[in-house]
Each structure stands twice: as structure tokens, then as C-alpha cells.
């Protein structure tokens, strides 16, 4: 595992006037302080040798005042430099500067700050060690020019300097974890929001998948009804082309059969009559319908009912056909339209229950009510097939537009365990 340092901050930008005006704002303060806490150490000096102090000390501070003006003039431009080693070494040697200067203390107190910002621990103890190693060796060489040995106030002096040297530091250390603690929090709250506009991104492609899964939905929907009222077109149009003909043929024979007798005259006057009227019931149920060319099937007829039937039986299918109210007999007489539609339905019902309820059998009612006609198949489902969803549906939608367009509807459901589908349409 590979540990690293906490990042440093970044350099203030040269380019700034502010902040070369805070550089100079640094350079003059620390230059005029120090210049203060020298003079003070200078008169002291005066006054305790009363103004003629040994050469060594004058220049002892001689050094001090060099050392102090270069430090202080350079701590400020050195905020300039980015965090690395030229900027650890220069703002050492002001830190070091501060054991031979007492003029250059403001200027270590500055340096020392920035390097506890950079919150390294190899650099405070190389700048404790650096300050209070140079500060004892000064304090040595100043006992040895005024010819005394070290005592306790050059011990309590050392821990003094120590401790000053901390401060900084430790403050640094403070502002340092701060500044990484809220880029930190800056850095969380962007990528909160980051996420937030990933998760609202994905939920708006959530909507539009799901919106296109509808649209989908309801296109293959309408093309279903589309198909299914195309069908149901090109059934009537079977059937009126035969009232057509009949009508036709008998109007033919009136036209050219001069001999006939009224009574001949009056049944055939009559049979036109009735296909005509039918003809004309049956074309207002598909004005609204589109005609396809490809996949005619025979006009179903009444038989058919019963065929279709049988035909299932012939494959192994279990299919019970109950009439209640209603004969084969009494659909002679009804609208073709209605004769066509029970029989696709019927197909219908039947081959979904192949699919979904392979053997299990199924009972179909077809009854009459007053002015309407209704049919009812149920059958009962597998447990497979309870909890499954793979079939479209548009088999059963196809039942429904059918029953629809003649006036009626369809509906189906799961009944407990049985699955069963009601359709009627007036009679």
C-alpha cells in the first residue's frame, strides 16, 4: 500500500497585482519589525556595556542586521514559489536565518508557517532542528566573546526558542488541514453533483426507452387492428360480391324471361330484395376498413363453426362446444359479418389455448340474449403458464378490434387458475 503526502497548495499567481502587493506589504512589515526588536537588542547591547561593547558582539550584530534585511526582503516574493524543493530550501534558510537574527525573526515566522501549511513532518523537524541548532551555536559563540560560561537563562532562552519555532508551524498545520478539508468538501459536493446529473440522465433515458417501448407498443397495437379490420374487409367484400351476383343473376332473368309467371316474377323480385338489403347492412360495417390483396381465406360460414371444431379435435385438442339459446340453424339467417367474426374469434381461442394450455381442455359456450349474441371459452392453465408473459397479446387484440367493429367487445382475464375470454356482439 503506497502512502502519499498530502497535496500542497498551490502558489499564488505572479501575475497578479494583489499579490505582488502582498508580497511587498510582507517585505516592509517583517524589514520594519525586525528593524525594531534590532534596535532594542542594539541598546541593550549599548547599555549594558555602556555604549563600548567587545568587537565580536559589534559584529555579531553586524551579521544579524545583514542577515535580517536579506531575509525580510525576500520572504515575501518567495510566496511565488510553487511548493517543491526550491521552495522548501528557501523558506529552511529563512527559518535557519532566525537563530542568527533576531532581525530576521518575523520573516522565520513567515517561512516556518508555510511550511507547516505544506503539512510535511520531515520539514517541521528539520526546521526545529535547523532554528535550534543555529540558535545554540550563536548563543555559544556570544557567551564565549563576553568570556561567561551558558547558564539557565541560555537554557530558558533555548526552550523559548523552541516553542517560538512551533507556533508557526503548528498554526500552518491548522490552515493546512482546513484548505484540504474544504477542497475536499468542494471536491464531495462536485461529484454528488456529478452523480445527481448521471442519475438524472439516466432516468431521463429511462423515460425515453420506456416511452419508446410504448410507442413500439402501440404501433405493433394498430398495426394488429389495422390487420384485423383489413381481414374483416376482405370478408365482406367475399360476401357482398355474392349478394352482387345473386342480384345480378336474378335481375337478369327478370330482364330477358318474358314468359315467366307473376308468382316467379314476385319470388325473384323478392330474393333481390333481401340480397340487396343485406348486401347493404354488411357494406356499412367495413366503410371504415381497408382492403388487403395477399392470404385470402374462404368466407366463413356456419359449418365453419363446427369445422374448426372438429379440426382441433383431430389434433388432440380437448374442445367442448355448448349451445345455449342459439342453434347452428338460427345463424343462417344472420348477417354474414357476424357468422365471419365468430369464426375468427373462435380460431383464435382456440389457438391460443394450443399454445399456452398444450391438453388441457376447453369448454366454449355460445349463446343468444335478447338482441345479443355472446361467446365464452375457458380453459384452465398450467402452473407454468400462470406467472409467464411471453405472448404479445395481439392475437386476443385482434378478437377485441373484430367484436368492436360489429358493436360488441372482448375481454379476457385469469380466474383463479383457468384463463377465459367473453366476446358479444349485437345479433
Known sequence: MTVTAPPAPAAPSVRSVRQWATAVAQSLVCTALGFLFFLINFGMLLEEFSHNPPEGLLGMYGVDALVGVVATLAIGPLRFVPPGRWHSAAHLLVATAAGISGWAWVAAAIGMYRLGVRRRLVLDVVAVLLVSGMSLATMVLDTRIRGTDPGMLELTTMGIIVVLALVPLLLGHVVGTRTE????????????DREREAAQLARDAAEREAAALVRERDADDARVRAEERSALARDMHDSISHHLATIAMHAGAMSYRDDLPVTELRRSAGTVRDA???ANRELRTVLMTLRTTGGDTPLATVPTLADVVQRCREEGQDVDLTWVGLT???LEGADRSTVVTLARILTEITTNAAKHAP???LAI???RADHTVHLHASNPLPASALHASTSTGHGLLGVQERARLLGGDAKHRVHEDSFEVEAWMPW
Not at 478539508?181 to 454528488?192: D, I, Q, T, Y
Open 181 to 192: 478539508l474544504l477542497a475536499s468538501l468542494r471536491e464531495h459536493a462536485a461529484s454528488a
Open 276 to 278: 340487396a338489403q343485406q
Open 328 to 330: 347452428p340453424e338460427d
Open 359 to 361: 391438453g388441457a381442455p
Open 365 to 367: 359456450t355460445l349463446s
